[in-house]
């Protein structure tokens, strides 16, 4: 729920992102073969601990924690990457070598 909520990711995300970042796994205690809870069981989690009131107290808890210890926990976004076409270069050498020279 912590990184669902501070990275704004969905339940189909958290999943994946545990699964992909070590990162991740190491924050929630998991080794590397360990299973990662699927979207379905993330979102019940997150109904029952909305639902029962808990959660804004933990992260409640979790924030005073953090304070403590003097630390700043930053929301966020993981952004994928994406590929973008770079212009294309129309000049020839030589003519790149001329317009050195005059600069």
Known sequence: MVI???YNLSDHQVQYQI???QSFKDFLG??????????KTIWAFSEKMSDSGLSEKLFQQFVDEL???GLIFNEGQIID????????QHNTRDENKDMKKIQ
């Open 4 to 6: 669902k909520h501070y």
């Open 67 to 69: 304070n403590a210890k």
């Open 19 to 21: 699964t992909d970042r």
């Open 81 to 88: 990457a994406s590929f973008v076409l770079a212009p294309k």
């Open 30 to 39: 998991l080794a590397s073969g360990d299973k990662v809870p699927d979207e």
